[in-house]
């Protein structure tokens, strides 16, 4: 049988696709949107990595999403510092959840207060992509609106604690390996990745509504 690690990235494979293809994802990294439409997605990612960190040092001592629970990941401070960036001081006044942010934001901190294996497909489908996809969208924003390479604007994807993502994701993926769960709470977790990406993916579609190219 295959290990949790592989059977978790493949089960989310074609959404995976799904998510790098949308609309909004493709228009972002292809250098046609504003500023304005990459400070709006920045903005959501705020709610979800509040719902993601708020209830994390609760669930620090968990058995099963313990383990998981590692502070050098934490992204809010830099989206918070990305945002007065790009948003200026007033950064917190002006920041709304899309709808489809609030379902996706509520979903994880339900997860982080009742179900902490739920959790954990949360904290996978977004720290490790953050990890490895998020650094071909640094790039691009580098470019395309001329952030300061690795500063304020594309902080959330610098993970300074991260001597080596490929080591780091190797150690994780030992840690997905090892969960204290049995196949049928594995399973779960599964379908919950796959919730995950679906989350993610209306949030894109959302945003793509907000931010659409032919108007
Ligand atoms: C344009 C957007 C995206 C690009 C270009 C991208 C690209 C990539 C790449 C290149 C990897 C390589 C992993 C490796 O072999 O080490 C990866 C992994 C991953 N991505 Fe993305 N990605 C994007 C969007 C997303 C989104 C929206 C999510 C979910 C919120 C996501 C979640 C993941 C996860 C969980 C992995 C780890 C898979 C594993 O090794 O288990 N990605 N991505």
């Not at 049988?1 to 990235?9: A, E, G, K, P, Y």
């Not at 909004?24 to 959501?44: C, H, I, K, N, P």
């Not at 609030?102 to 954990?120: F, L």
Request: with cysteine.
């Amino acid at each position: 049988m295959d290990s949790f690690s592989t059977l978790i990235r493949t089960a989310s494979h074609e959404q995976h696709v799904e998510a790098e293809t949308s609309t909004f994802m493709s228009d972002l990294l292809g250098g046609r949107l504003g500023v304005d439409a990459y400070a709006r997605y920045t903005e959501q990612l705020w709610f979800v990595y509040e719902a993601l960190e708020a209830g994390a040092g609760r669930l620090a001592s968990d058995p099963v999403a313990g383990p998981f629970v590692q502070p050098r990941l934490y992204r809010l401070p830099a989206l918070e510092r990305d945002l007065a960036h790009l948003r200026g001081p007033d950064w917190r006044a002006g920041l709304s959840a899309l709808p489809a942010t609030r379902v996706y934001a509520d979903r994880v901190r339900e997860c982080a207060e009742q179900w902490p294996a739920g959790y954990i497909a949360h904290h996978y489908t977004r720290y490790l992509g953050d990890l490895s996809g998020g650094q071909i969208i640094r790039d691009k924003a580098e470019k395309t609106w001329g952030f300061e390479k690795k500063g304020d604007g594309v902080r959330f994807y610098v993970f300074e604690e991260i001597g080596n993502p490929a080591a780091f994701k190797r150690d994780y993926r030992e840690l997905l390996d090892g969960v204290r769960a049995d196949d049928l709470e594995k399973q779960r977790i599964v379908t919950e990745c796959k919730r995950a990406f679906a989350l993610n993916t209306a949030v894109f579609r959302a945003l793509g509504e907000e931010f659409p190219l032919s108007a």
